[in-house]
């Protein structure tokens, strides 16, 4: 398949560029794609279109609307692979937000904190990972929090698939979120 996303003064190189949501047979988020590989989903017929924008991208033989969510025609069973977090992957969860003393900051401002400092044997894991402003981070060091006499404001967890999935994209979490709600009014 080709698609003609070069044509100069359109916005189709953008559009390409967009991530598409894809859900499960059963509805559950499970990825963030390409425009490019969703299209080729559907045109195999091994999803659905459920959502798509207003503009269309010109294949060489016909004209598809841009898909914003698609669902897959079969059940993917989604083995759960235990990676460490990333940074920003930690900072999403948190919603930005310093775990110490509660307040919102940009990314370049924050830091993560092992609550059980790696020195101390503490895992580079969800349960041990906060994020953390860098005055809190600064003044908590390499001391516990019974050391430090601190407090976490919530105990950190590991979030589940779908969070992380909608989390990485607003934009395509409240599409998800639309759809549910319609679904649940329309049900
Ligand atoms: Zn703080």
Known sequence: MHLDSSVPGTEA???LSRR???????YEPLSLIPVRRAIVLLMERKAELIE???????TVSRQLPIPLIIRLSHFVRVPRRESPP?????MLRDAHTCAYC????????????HVVPRSRGGS???????????????FKGH???E???????WQPSQPSHVTLVLLRNPVAAERYRLLVAGEAVAA
Not at 20 to 26: D, E, F, G, I, Q
Not at 147 to 153: H, P, V
């Open 86 to 90: 990333s940074r920003n992957a930690v």
């Open 102 to 113: 509660g307040q919102q900051k940009a990314r370049n401002q924050l830091t993560i904190d």
């Open 20 to 26: 598409v949501l894809v859900l499960n047979a059963s």
């Open 143 to 145: 001391r516990t929090l």
């Open 52 to 58: 798509s924008g207003k503009r269309v991208i010109r």
């Open 124 to 138: 580079h894991t969800w349960t041990n990972l906060v994020t953390a402003c860098q005055r809190c981070n600064q």
């Open 13 to 15: 190189p953008v559009t």
């Open 147 to 153: 050391e430090a006499r601190m407090k976490l404001l």
